[in-house]
Structure formats: C-alpha cells, structure tokens
C-alpha cells in the first residue's frame, strides 16, 4: 500500500521500478540526489547513475546527448536549478530536436520554505510550459507521483515534472486512471470548479470540505498535467459551475492560472480567480505551511476565492 | 607586516566565538548548512576582523572592500561574522530563516546590512564578483574584491567563464578563496566530479595561485599579504580546510553538509567539542 511521503521519494523508488524494468533507464543527477532521491537508483544501479556534479546545463545536455545514442535518461536537480540555469539546454538541445529525455525536477514552490528565494520554484511552470515540444506535469500525490513516472518513461519525447519536497498525503485510489493530459475530478460540484496542480489538490480538498458545510458545491480536478492542457475539462467546467478557481504553489503569472485562463478567454469565457503567489519572491520560513499560509497560498485562500467568485 | 602573537589570538577566539554562534542559529532555524560554514570561518574572521578596508557604520560606502559568499548556502558564517563586527545587533541570529527575517536562507544583499551581492544559486556570486572588480578598475577605486567558492561550486561552467574574463581584464583587485574542503552535498568531490588538480586550473585560465592550510590564520595572513602585492593578474588562493571544523563528531562528514533529522544530536556535540575551539 502507498503511503503518505513526499512525491520525491515515490520518484526515487519509481525509477528503481522502472531500472528493473529497462535497462535503457539511466539517471543523470547534479549533486544533489539525496535530495532528488536519485539516489535510490543509483544504490541499485551505480553503472547506470551519472553525476555530473553541480554542473546542471552539463547535466540536462549530457543527457540529451545519451537519449541520442538510445537511452531513456532521467535528469534531476531542483526546479529552480533545472528550468533556470539548464534552460535553453533544455530548450534547444532536447524539445526542439524531441529527445526522449524526462527531466523531474524536486523541491518545487514556496513549499521548501527555509533555503528561500534562492531554491523556491516558483516560475518553472511558466517558463516550461512555454517550450514547444515539451510535456509538463505536475502531480499531486504519492500515486499519482509513481503512475507519472512509468507513463513518461513509456511514452517517447521530451518531459519536464515538478514535484514537492514536503511529505504528500495519498489523494488517489490505487487504481486510479492516470493518463497524461487528462485531469483527474476528485470531487462533483455545480457552483464553481477548483483546478488545482501539485501539493495544492490537497489544499483544495480542504477548501471543498470547508465550503460544502456553507452549502456550497464545489468541483476539484486534479490537474496533474500542465502542458498539453485539459482544454475539454476546463471548458466543461466553465459552462456547468459558475467560475473557475485556480490553485498552485507557483507564481500566479504563466502559471497553471495563466494556461487555465488562456483556454477559457479562447473557447469559453468566465471568471477566473488565481491562487498562488502573487508575483512577489517570497521569505524564508521555518515552517511549509506557515510560509504558504502566509502568502496566501492554502486552502483557505482557495475557499475565500471561491466565495469571491459566488458574489461576483 | 606580519600579523603579531595576539592578533592571530584574538582572532581564532574570535573565531570560536563566531563558529558556536553557526551552529547556535542553525539549531535555531531548524535548517542550515553547518559543514561549509565551519570550513570557512577562519578565513572570513581573518577578512573582516583584520584584512579588509570596511566600516559597518556605512555598509554603503563605495571605497569599501567587498566580501562575496559565492557558496551562499554558507550564509550562517557570513551572518555570525557581520553581526559580531557591529553591521546588525546579535539577536537578529536568532531569526535565521524565519519569514520577514532580514537573515534569509541564503545572503539577500537587499535585506542583510553587509551583504555586497545576493547569492545561492552556485557559480553565480563568483562572477558577479567578477563584475565588480571591473566595476571598480572603471571607476578608479582602489577597493578591493574577495570572493570565496567551494570546491563544489567550482564544477559550474560560469566559474571558469568568468575566471576566464577576470584574467582577460587583468583584475589584480580580485581574490578568490576556494574552500577546499573536498566534500560537496553527495559525498566527496573526488568522486562526485574531480576537480583536482585545482592551482593548475587557475594558473592556465592566467590566474596566479597559492595554496594553504586554511585554518592556520598565519598562512592565510601571509597568503592575502602576497595577494595585495601582486600586480596584472587575479589572485586565487586555494585553502585546503575541513568541512565541519571545530566539531570533531561532524568533521570531514558529508552527512553533515545539511542539518539532518538528527539535528538534537548537534546540541551534544557542540558541548562535547575541545574547550580550545569554543573558548
Ligand atoms: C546552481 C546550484 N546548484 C545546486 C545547488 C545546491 N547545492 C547547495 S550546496 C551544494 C554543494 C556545494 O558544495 P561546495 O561548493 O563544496 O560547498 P561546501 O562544501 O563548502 O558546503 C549544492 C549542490 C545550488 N545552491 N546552486
Ligand atoms: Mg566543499
């Protein structure tokens, strides 16, 4: 049974799984794999396990270079590191040309809290999602974490994960059908919809909670994949309920806010109402959910929003 | 002239002073790096309580010498040794890491007085360093510019970019102070990424090198001593240090580059530690 753990450690034993499996997984990491949980991979396969040392735009075009001559290489570091300082290396050297490679990058949102500014990720979803090519996902839980990562390394092509540092609850039935590009609902609701990516489906679990004891219906989907997007769930969603809250512990611009928004202002309009980080760099904090909670990214931000959206 | 008998006395209690302060605001902010905080603060002491030109009254001031912690996750050392030279009260350790506190995780040059660049992301504050020794050489200041890297950080291609352009410009105002403490977060860097053999590297990007013993505070006298009169090319002095430092039970332990969940454990070690180092 899956058990309440960080989505980085159901990665590490993922990738082992996947080891077993295939014998073209190797695992390119960048100093930081007791962080990552690479290094679980790399206990069980040291022959398959490359360091490239705090090297990240070496490691992710090293990478590129081995799925190239028929690898399916995993690239780790944290999200800031991966989709800032390997940027363009995975820009130009693996989406444009498709190479199969499946960069998961950990610690990701205000969510890591004490090492601050510097190693939040809080515009990784903006600037992959913004690369053509490229598969962006972002899961929500243990089970989703470890469905995610054996549907990325069966499929063929570029991807780009993010996952949290922060112990995840199990949201999901084991059995849950996970298919890339697909939300998952997690509750039925009539008056507005929450979308929410990441450590904030829990959140918006919470604020469903908190609101059906108002009397209020409320929608969640687990939006596990940011890029290609939902556009058939979000458009149902802003027909059959009233407005559309989104959640996600990243900066509110180019975000999941922004991809959810853009769908709707095309194909169907109505209110959206961002929850996230409201485009500043947050502090430092000794405590995750105090940290969120001061930034206004929890459940209780989602549900004022939602409430917002009722009286708008 | 030579650094006196009770110079170097009062710095390595200095030292010791700074080094239970570290660990004291680590334990207090629940996270923190304490093994390469310890390796270098004998040499940041030395900088800021005897070599550098600077007035903590006027963390501002344009002519000041400038002292970069590239390694910024070491930011504790840089913190304990500001606040002891008088740029902040020593209670503000104690908020290391907390929301608003002006001591973030990693040195926000925004928030922290002393601070001369905002650093974290490895590779980044060495050339940023870089940029203000050519700064100075433009403006006709005779301030001077160290920067301290790790022998980890020294794996990211920006480092040899920019020692390559500090060369190019001839920055004789620059010196950096690798902290070779031959550990890095996953283990030993001999066999995460080598970087031996490292004065060789520096010499051919036309560096000029020195290696030392980077706790021995007369070496490192001697060592910034030989750098200010060295004229037309970067200086770089490798310290070969021990990460930990002072704290035998850490010393040399890569686990310890982090605080891990152990971390009451550290609170033992520090009263267990040799009197001569905390005293
Ligand atoms: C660009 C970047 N990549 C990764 C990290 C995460 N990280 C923090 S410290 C560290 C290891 C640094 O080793 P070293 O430079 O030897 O420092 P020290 O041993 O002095 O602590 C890493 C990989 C980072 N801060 N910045
Ligand atoms: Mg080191």
């Known amino acids: 049974m899956i058990e309440t753990q960080p989505n980085r450690v159901m990665y590490g034993r993922t990738l082992v799984e996947l080891g077993e499996a295939d014998e073209r997984v190797v695992v390119f990491e960048a100093d930081i794999a007791k962080s990552t949980n690479t290094y679980r991979f790399q206990q069980r396969f040291p022959h398959r396990f490359f360091q490239a040392g705090v090297a990240e735009l070496n490691m992710v075009c090293m990478a590129a270079g081995a799925a190239s001559a028929g690898l399916i290489p995993f690239a780790s570091t944290f999200c800031v590191f991966a989709s800032m300082r390997a940027c363009e290396g995975i820009r130009t050297s693996i989406a444009y040309p498709r190479l199969n490679v499946k960069i998961v990058a950990t610690n990701a949102g205000v969510e890591i809290a004490g090492d601050g500014v510097t190693h939040q990720g809080i515009e990784d979803i903006a600037i992959m999602r913004a690369i053509p090519n490229l598969t962006v996902l972002s899961p929500s839980d243990p089970v989703t974490t470890r469905l995610a990562t054996l549907a990325i390394a069966r499929m063929e092509g570029p991807v780009y994960m993010r996952l949290g540092r922060q112990p995840a609850p199990v949201l999901h039935g084991e059995n849950v059908e996970f298919v890339i590009g697909r939300m998952i609902p997690l509750r039925e609701g009539q008056d507005v919809t929450v979308i929410a990516t990441g450590n904030m489906v829990q959140e918006a679990l919470g604020a469903a909670d908190a609101l059906s004891a108002e009397g209020i219906s409320v929608r969640v989907l687990d939006c596990h994949t940011i890029k290609p997007i939902d556009e058939e769930a979000i458009v149902r969603a802003a027909r059959e309920t009233r407005a559309i809250i989104t959640a996600e512990d990243h900066n509110i611009v180019g975000g999941l806010g922004g991809a959810v928004s853009e769908v709707v202002a095309e194909r169907h309009p109505c209110r959206v109402f961002r929850v996230g980080l409201r485009d500043v760099f947050a502090s430092s904090g000794r405590d995750s959910r105090r940290l969120l909670a001061h930034y206004q990214i929890h459940a209780e931000a989602i549900a004022a929003a939602a409430r917002r959206a009722l009286l708008a | ?279």
């Open chain 2, 1 to 279: 002239m030579r650094i006196s008998r009770e110079q170097i006395a009062f710095l390595t209690a200095t030292a010791a002073r700074l080094r239970k302060n570290i660990i004291r605001m680590i334990l207090k902010a629940g996270s923190g790096h304490p093994g390469g905080s310890l390796s270098a603060i004998d040499i940041i002491t030395y900088l800021y309580f005897h070599h550098m030109r600077i007035d903590p009254a006027h963390p501002g001031w344009p002519d000041r010498d400038r002292f970069i912690l590239s390694k910024g996750h070491c930011a504790p050392a840089l913190y304990a040794a500001l606040a002891a030279r008088g740029y902040f009260p020593e209670e503000l350790l104690w908020t290391l890491r907390d929301i608003g506190s002006l001591l973030q995780g990693h040195p926000d040059m925004r928030k922290t007085p002393g601070v001369d660049i905002t650093t974290g992301s490895l590779g980044q504050g060495f050339a940023c360093a870089t940029g203000i020794a050519l700064g100075g050489r433009i403006l006709h200041k005779d301030f001077r510019v160290f920067v301290m890297v790790g022998d980890g950080e020294i794996q990211e291609g920006v480092v040899w970019e920019a020692a390559m352009a500090a060369a190019h410009y001839g920055l004789d105002n620059l010196v950096a102070i690798v902290d070779n403490n031959r550990l890095q977060t996953d283990g030993r860097t001999s066999e995460i990424m080598a970087v031996e053999p490292i004065e060789q590297k520096w010499t051919a990007f036309g560096w000029d090198a020195q290696r030392i013993n980077g706790h021995d505070i007369e070496k490192i006298d001697d060592a910034f001593q030989q750098a200010r009169t060295c004229r037309g090319r970067p200086q770089v002095i490798v310290a070969d240090t021990v990460k930990g430092k002072g704290i035998p039970a850490i010393e040399d332990d890569p686990a310890w580059h982090s605080l891990p969940a152990t971390a009451a454990e550290l609170e033992q070690f520090l009263a267990d530690a040799p009197r001569e180092v905390f005293e």
